[in-house]
């Protein structure tokens, strides 16, 4: 099973700010990765998928980047609706479809 | 526009059953896998299992095989879980999501339901 970490836990930013989240795979995963962003009382909303492609109606602001095993979602010039949590999933190597433990976006 | 909506969370005993299902409109449904992601209270997210578009082949993860059974009814456009000998660490929010690309399971999830709650308690 590919075990899936993200960094930091938290981050804690102010609005306009640009956010750096990490995800790093414990085996390589190519091009197979997804971010999902969680609202509180929310579902997730698929944001990136194959590492760097914006699902429909994801704001420019938000991009992926990254291969193999280490992987980044930059979010540049942070909007109030932006801070939530963020998940990253492979679906590489299946099954399982493993995803991180999130990062938490909290407003500074 | 998609629609995915869950139903079916209750409180459980431990060492009981529930099914939920999942009513999907919006999109071809015999054309795309679906699966179910949980969530327990302030944790997050785990990949339970996954239904091919046909419903000919399933997965599910280590912590409910034999247990969970998934299984889609194609001409009602419902996904469904079974789930059996319920623990404690089975309670959480059950979400339903559906593949992004048509007749392949390897995918992201571009749809998701809003959930529904399973208690486990004695």
């Known amino acids: 099973e590919i075990v899936m970490t993200q960094s930091p836990a938290t981050l804690s930013l102010s609005p306009g700010e640009r956010a750096s989240l990490s995800c790093r795979a414990s085996q390589t995963v190519p091009f197979n990765l997804a971010w999902y962003q969680q609202r509180p009382g929310q579902a997730p909303r698929l944001l990136i998928y194959?590492?760097?492609t914006r699902a429909t109606g994801i704001p420019s602001r938000f991009s992926g980047s990254g291969s193999g095993t280490e992987f980044t979602l930059t979010i540049s010039n942070l909007q109030s609706e932006d801070f939530a949590v963020y998940y990253c999933?492979?679906?590489?190597?299946?099954?399982?479809?493993?995803f991180g433990q999130g990062t938490r976006l909290e407003i500074k | 526009e998609v629609h995915l909506l869950e139903s079916g969370g209750d409180v459980v005993q431990p060492g009981g059953s529930l099914r939920l299902s999942c009513a999907a409109s919006?999109?071809?449904?015999?054309?795309?896998?679906l699966t179910w992601v949980r969530q327990a209270p302030g944790k997050g997210l785990e990949w339970v299992s996954v239904?091919?578009?046909?419903?000919?082949?399933?997965w599910s993860a280590d912590s409910v095989q034999g247990r969970f059974i998934i299984s889609r009814d194609n001409s009602n456009s419902t996904l469904y879980l079974q789930m059996n000998n319920l623990r404690a660490d089975d309670t959480a929010v059950y979400f339903c999501?559906?593949?992004?690309?048509?007749?392949?399971?390897?995918?992201?999830?571009?749809?998701w339901g809003q959930g529904t709650l399973v208690t486990v308690s004695s």
């Open positions: 239904i091919s578009a046909s419903g000919e082949k399933s």
């Open positions: 999501a559906k593949a992004s690309e048509r007749r392949t399971v390897a995918v992201p999830l571009d749809s």
């Open positions: 919006g999109f071809t449904f015999t054309s795309f896998a």
């Open positions: 999933q492979q679906y590489n190597d299946w099954p399982p479809y493993t």
């Open positions: 194959g590492v760097s």
